[in-house]
């Protein structure tokens, strides 16, 4: 063998290859570190999502309690009217009201999200009257998450209560992550 094909073979092992691995590393690290800081901001994002909605379900279920009160002397056929009156001036997204499993008077929006619960008892042989409140609306949420490069979509079941983006016609679903009520 050569001096030169000794020459180059040493510069390839020495020099060309080390360089090429170190290229190579340096781009997986990158790569890493792109996909660390999409993780963090998608972790920051879903921590303030069960924050806000932990909040407004404490708040409702204090509202709950509040408007368990105002309805203690009420009789049931006054009830609907009375829920519709308190809804309005308390600023209430949703109330439903049931005796028993039977609904007595559900008002306002659908897409009502977060909910608080209050019963009320008035005896051993008679029916819980339970009362179930919401402050805020899957629009209003999605509007709290909202932020640059930010796309966030509110379903329920198979219908979408908001989004940050129209959704058109029937596309198939992309689930990225699930969330539940806690």
Do not use: H
Not at 47 to 65: F, H, K, L, P, W
Not at 126 to 150: Q, W
């Amino acid at each position: 063998m050569s001096f030169r094909t000794r020459l180059t073979s040493f510069f390839i092992l020495i020099v060309v290859i080390p360089m090429v691995t170190v290229g190579f590393l340096i781009f997986v690290l990158i790569g890493n570190s792109q996909r660390a800081k999409s993780d963090a901001r998608a972790n920051g994002l879903a921590t303030a999502a069960r924050s806000i909605y932990i909040e407004q379900s404490d708040a409702a279920g204090r509202d709950a309690q509040t408007l368990a009160r105002l309805l203690a002397n009420s009789s049931i056929a006054s009830l609907k009217l009375r829920v519709t009156l308190l809804a309005g001036q308390l600023g209430l997204a949703r109330v439903a009201v049931s005796l028993g499993s039977r609904p007595v008077a559900d008002v306002g929006d659908r897409t009502a999200l977060a909910p608080g619960e209050a019963t009320l008892t008035s005896g051993p042989s008679k029916p819980v009257l339970t009362i179930t409140v919401s402050e805020f609306t899957a629009p209003e949420y999605i509007r709290d998450l909202t932020g640059p490069g930010v796309v966030a979509v509110v379903r329920q079941g198979g219908r979408t209560l908001a989004s940050t983006f129209p959704i058109r016609g029937r596309e198939p679903r992309r689930s990225v992550g699930r969330a539940t009520e806690p």
